[in-house]
């Protein structure tokens, strides 16, 4: 679904981007892609965080573009499909994103999981994949949002 029409059906609403608050959202997304690859958390969890990071930065991108996603049935759903009008992700990859929204949907929900160490490894690169393509992206279309400094500092766990 197109940006405009989750606007319209009251998924996004209208923002100005700033720079600080890309850099809160930057954090943010560097902080689960930590959580993920930390080997003492369980693999459920990992992935759980990897899912997150994807989600974080799905927000990140539609902050760039001027919108806030707002919290309504669906939204996760809406804020994956987005990434494919914002960062550019095929369809296939947008797919793979949905299925990880899922398995954290029931992993919460239904406490049904059970997470192989390839299926966290593939979570964790794409996340991280995905983490990348989005400041080349961000680079090209909003560089006036990319502060530096907090791309290449080392993550502080909080």
């Known amino acids: 679904m197109k940006l405009y029409k989750m606007e319209e059906r009251g998924y996004l609403a209208r923002i100005t981007p700033s720079r600080d608050d890309m850099a809160h959202l930057v954090t943010a ?3 689960r892609l930590m959580d993920a690859g930390n080997p003492s958390v369980t693999k459920e969890n990992r992935l759980q965080q990897a899912y997150q990071a994807v989600l974080q930065v799905a927000i990140a991108a539609l902050h760039a573009k001027g919108y806030r996603l707002k919290s309504k049935p669906a939204h996760h759903v809406m804020a994956i499909e987005s990434l ?3 960062v550019g992700v ?4 947008r797919d793979y994103y949905q299925s990880l929204r899922k398995r954290r949907h029931h992993a919460i929900y239904d406490a049904l999981i059970s997470v192989s160490k ?3 490894e593939e979570a964790i690169d794409r996340a991280e994949g995905l983490f990348a393509a989005f400041r080349k992206w961000l680079e090209k279309e909003q560089p ?3 502060d530096d400094s907090v791309w290449e500092r080392p993550v502080d766990p909080g």
């Not at 095929?90 to 990859?93: A, E, S």
């Open 90 to 93: 095929d369809r296939r990859l």
């Open 118 to 120: 390839q299926d966290l």
């Open 29 to 31: 997304i560097q902080r």
């Open 144 to 146: 006036e949002l990319v």
């Open 84 to 86: 494919e009008h914002t």
